[in-house]
Structure formats: C-alpha cells, structure tokens
C-alpha cells in the first residue's frame, strides 16, 4: 500500500507545472463574469477570471506581458482582436486541432481570421430610462433634442460602441457605413448633448443613478439589465439600424497553460455551452448548433426581427480605418461640444 501511495505522490510531483496550474482568463469584469463564470467558467474547473476592464485595456495588457505572458485565453472585441492577431500576441488556430470550429456560424469562423473565432454575437441598442421618458425614443435622432442636453452618455471611439454608432449614421444617412461625413451632422448634435463620452462604469448604471436618461448601450447586458431593474431600464432598436459587435475568443500565444487554454477554448465554442449561456445573458450563440429557446433567442442579437436591420460592417476594414474616425471624432463631436 505505502508503495502504491508513494507511487502516486511521485506521479503527481513529477506532473508539468501546467496540470497542475489554474488557466488564466481575461475577460469582461462585473454582469459578464458573473454570468460567465457561473455558466461556462466555473464547470469547466479551474479557471482564474481576471477583470480585463474594457477591449483596449486588454490590448494592452497583453503587450505589457508580450515578454512574459500570465494570461491564458482572452475575451475581447473584434476589431480590437484583429490588431492583437496581427501583432502576434494570440495564436493562429488551425481548425484541424478545433473540430469545433466547423459547428460555427460562417461569420464567427471569419470574424478572427486567422486568429481565434467569435465566442458571442451581440448588436448595438439604445437604453433608456422609463421613469423619465415616458415615449420610447425611436433613434439616434430623437437625442439630438435640446431638450435632452446633458441627459444623455454617449461612448466615443476608440470604444467599440462609438465605432458603430458612427458606421449606423453613416449608412442611414448615405447608404454606406465607411461614409463619416454622412454621421457627422448627427453626431456633432448628440455631442452638444452628451454629459460624458466615457460612461462610467457604463450607461446601463448611470440611468440607474439618475446621472443620464440615455445611453448606448449592447442587447445582451441591456436585457439583463432590464430584467434585473424590473423594467426601468427601457431597451431600442433605433430606427436608424444596428450593427453586430463580437467578441473573440482567443489563446494567448505563448501563454502558461496552452494546453488547458485550447481545452477551455473548444468548451466555450460547443453547442451546449453556448446554449446556456445565450439562455443566461441573451448573446447570440456563435455555435450553429446550439439549441435554444425561442423565448431567449427573440431576445438576442439573431432574432429574424433584429437580423433584417443589422448594416453590413466589415469589422476587418474597420480596423484600418478607425483611427482616423477617432481623430475626426475628437475634432468635430468631443472638442466642439466642450467637454
């Protein structure tokens, strides 16, 4: 017996650091790691959820540890996905090793390139509060009301929601989402009305404590929060359309624990999974063959109802072009308004 206890503590010392270590993810903080934790993080077992903050500060926390990664897998936007794929900080996965891969959504499969696909499908809302407003605001238009002055919490890009808002005005406004001049109008009027262009720590809170009535905001954590305000936090499709936002799920290249990253990365993307979480939180599930409830699926960003009025972003283009929105925006929407 004493040899066969032997035995085994051997084994287990003998074991690679890695076994034997938690994976690190780097995610979103707050409503996204509590629901993800509790439905794809805590089953798979022993995963350390750290707080990535927003999509960019994540960017750069994978360049700051560029030399010596401690992340695992990583969770962030799309566009800002693209440039860590482009600079080498997250892997290339070849579908060969992710069988999972060929249950996705063609979109998910190209929304990563070459890098780690989408992990959810979410779209662009308006949020609003119902005590306050008694009409539901019908789009971006309708907060350019003076009325409105300094009652609303707008997120300016690099921010991923102020990059599609931009791309909605423009396509409503030219038919073509690369076209900023046509947003310009509008958006130059929103500014006259914004109280910050750094909602913090996001619109959804700041209606809730009464520091604006309107903000823009993502379906997913927008319907959790209507759920969860008994219905004060008041959810728009504008009438000028939406766009997709996704997110990426990515393995860190050259981090501690790959062989748990990639474990953790085929869990995530497989149908079961997804379904649940699409039932917990509303993201559209990127796995085609996850089964989910009507009732949930109406609720999110794949909805036949909310599909027919997404623009065609091209969040890979996006990429090239942003800082220059970013600039334009900083010059004519955040400088003239002041703030």
């Known amino acids: 017996m004493r040899s066969v206890i032997a035995l085994a503590l051997a084994l287990i010392l003998s074991a690679p650091a890695e076994a034997q270590r938690p994976m690190t993810l780097m995610a979103y903080a707050a409503i996204f790691r509590d629901n993800y934790t509790a439905v794809v993080a805590a089953p798979f077992g022993g995963v350390q959820y750290v707080d990535g903050g ?127 001049g046509a947003a310009m109008p509008t958006l130059r009027q929103l500014g006259q009305n914004a109280q910050t262009f750094n909602p913090t720590p996001d619109g959804y809170t700041m209606i809730l404590a009464d520091q604006v009535r309107f903000a823009t905001g993502w379906n997913a954590r927008a319907q959790l929060y209507q759920d969860q305000s008994q219905g004060r936090i008041g959810v ?70 909310f599909r027919q009025r997404v623009i065609p972003v091209d969040w890979a283009e996006m990429v090239t072009i942003r800082e220059a929105w970013n600039q334009r925006w900083r010059r004519e929407v955040i400088a003239a308004s002041g703030r």
């Open 54 to 180: 927003t999509s960019a500060q994540m960017l750069g926390t994978l360049r700051a540890q560029r030399a010596d990664p401690q992340i695992d897998v990583v969770i962030m936007d799309i566009t800002t996905a693209r440039i860590a794929c482009a600079e080498g900080l997250v892997e290339r996965l070849s579908p060969a090793d992710f069988p999972v891969f060929a249950e996705l959504a063609p979109l998910a499969r190209e929304a990563g390139g070459e890098c780690g696909p989408a992990v959810t499908f979410d779209h662009l809302v308006m949020v609003y509060d119902t005590r306050a407003v008694p009409t539901p605001p019908a789009g971006f238009a309708a907060l350019t009301d003076p009325a409105h002055r300094g009652r609303v919490a707008l997120a300016a890009p690099p921010n991923i929601q102020g990059l599609a808002m931009t791309a909605i005005l423009a396509h409503a406004g030219s038919g073509n989402w690369r076209d900023i």
């Open 236 to 305: 728009v499709m504008p009438i000028e359309g939406t766009a997709f936002q996704i997110n990426t799920i990515n393995i860190v290249a050259r981090g501690p624990n790959r062989p748990r990253a990639a474990e953790f990365v085929r869990h995530a993307l497989s149908a079961p999974v997804q379904a649940a979480f699409t039932e917990r939180m509303f993201y559209g599930p990127t796995n085609e063959r996850a089964v989910v409830s009507e009732a949930a699926m109406n609720r999110t960003a794949l909805a036949p109802q």
